[in-house]
């Protein structure tokens, strides 16, 4: 992606083993490797002993959060749970990471939560009134209070988890560790990916499919929407508590998020991006020498462009994968500079030439414009944009953290593509349509949404409200004000 990039909630993995011995901390070690992509900002994993639950999680990459000793500190058990985040300025703080571990009278758990809830403001402010204190400023924790509650009425685990499901609006794909049951259930609609592996003796659920290959896992299938599934002694348990309602796979886990080699609901990803390249060279035809991808999310759909149109494919750019993730750029030169720092045109592949550069998507349109000045800097004589989505012209409300429309280049300029081009420095620009956009994932079993470029959504998105939701005091009506 050629901005700052847009952001998905997180990754989440779980593993349930018939045996204590077969070192579950370490397969959760392994997908969240695999799950990095999905978030970047913390990362923890909880091992669970026949109730007796050890966790560990920090801020950091997996490698810098778990060393050997203390992936050995979490002890051997039949069940772990797994979580790699990527969160906003607001809930930064470690508090904030997962796994989290609850611990109350009917047993303990541990709970991870890819999403967002629109109803996460008012269950909140409901269960601060019944006496709750919160510690963090996510919805994990509020699926986590409301999980506990109804754990006090019901008879299970996974009623519990049924009436909590009840409760709960917007995105969420939850994967959760009982005493003795794993638990995965995925919002009605769909809205991020969960799908279901096995491995001898073991069942894993997990964000995208290929944690379960870099496990050496089969693929059994995805979980559906509105369904919990069970993973226990007695194997695999499917209660279709909400199933049936209107679906809502977010598009962007095929047009960027995904890992290229994950299986979404039926649909390859690579595939998926190829297909997207191959209708934006049908829609948006031009003259040229050479298809250059945006790395690393623009790759697959160049080469779709590339094979479509019968215009060459070059790698263009190289990215320097050692720049570390604090790097500081208080100034507008250091921020040039770090351009230069991260990505460099391959002068021999674009000089002379004109350029098709495609990418995934356009945001705020300001780093694109100095990846389009590299290289018109290396010689390039005319580029040619090709974005293989949508422009962005709403913000999303279940887990995607699109800016506000003011920050948007496509809502700044009305959708005006003439000025959109001149802003960002090229010859032309095309985008991909939105009916296309619904035709890439072939064989995929659920529909999309689409929502961040028509502003129609699957389900009711939420009032207005602050930036952070969870910022502003609640009164009770019981006070007087000062």
């Not at 959760?28 to 966790?55: D, E, F, P, T």
């Amino acid at each position: 992606m050629s901005e700052q990039k847009l952001h998905e909630e997180c990754g989440v993995f779980g593993i349930y083993s018939e045996r204590d011995d077969q070192n579950v901390a370490t397969s959760a070690y392994l997908a969240l490797y695999a799950l990095q992509h999905r978030g970047q900002m913390s990362c923890g994993i909880a091992v669970g002993n026949h109730g007796v639950i050890k966790s560990y999680k920090d801020n950091g990459l997996v490698p810098e959060v778990f060393s050997r000793d203390v992936l050995s500190s979490l002890g051997d058990g039949h069940i772990a749970v797994g979580h790699v985040r990527y969160g906003t300025q607001d809930n930064a703080d470690r508090a904030s990471a997962q796994p989290m571990v609850v611990r109350h009278v009917r047993g303990n758990i541990a709970l991870c939560f890819n999403g967002q809830l629109t109803n996460a403001r008012e269950l909140r402010r409901e269960l601060e009134l019944s006496g709750a204190i919160f510690h963090t400023n996510n919805d994990c924790e509020v699926i986590a209070y409301v999980f506990t509650r109804e754990r006090l009425k019901a008879d299970s685990t996974e009623e519990a988890l049924a009436a909590t499901m009840k409760q709960l609006r917007g995105a969420y794909s939850i994967v959760m560790m009982s005493a003795k049951k794993l638990l995965a259930c995925r919002d009605p609609q769909g809205f991020h990916p969960l799908c279901i592996g096995r491995r001898e003796g073991q069942i894993i659920f997990a964000s995208e499919t290929c944690a379960l290959s870099t496990l050496n896992a089969e693929i059994e299938r995805d979980v559906r929407p509105g369904e919990i599934v069970v993973a226990s002694a007695d194997g695999l348990t499917s209660i279709p508590t909400m199933c049936g309602q209107k679906g809502g796979l977010c598009v962007f886990e095929f047009v960027y998020f995904a890992r290229p080699d994950s299986v979404i609901d039926g649909a390859g990803v690579h595939e998926a991006r190829k297909r997207a390249g191959a209708f934006l060279a049908l829609e948006h035809p031009v003259s040229a020498d050479v298809v250059v991808g945006a790395p690393d999310s623009g790759l697959d759909a160049a080469l779709g462009y590339a094979h479509q149109s019968g215009i060459p494919y070059e790698m263009g750019f190289i990215k320097n994968r050692y720049v570390g993730r604090t790097f500081i750029e208080p100034t507008q030169k250091m921020r040039e500079d770090a351009v230069r720092i991260k990505l460099s045109a391959i002068k021999s592949v674009v000089s002379g030439k004109r350029v098709v550069l495609v990418d995934d998507s356009i945001v705020r349109g300001t780093t694109v414009a100095r990846t389009v000045r590299l290289l018109r800097e290396a010689g390039a004589t005319e580029v040619h944009m090709r974005v293989s989505s949508p422009p962005f012209t709403h913000p999303c409300y279940f887990g995607t953290d699109v800016p506000s429309e003011d920050k948007l280049l496509a809502c700044r300029l009305h959708c005006d593509i003439e000025a959109m081009a001149k802003e960002i420095g090229v010859d032309s620009l095309g985008y991909l349509t939105v009916e296309d956009t619904r035709k890439i994932a072939v064989g995929c079993g659920v529909d999309f949404c689409v929502g961040c470029f028509t502003g129609e959504y699957p389900c009711q998105p939420p009032a207005p409200q602050p930036e952070d939701k969870f910022a502003q005091p609640y009164c009770c009506g019981g006070c007087k004000e000062e």
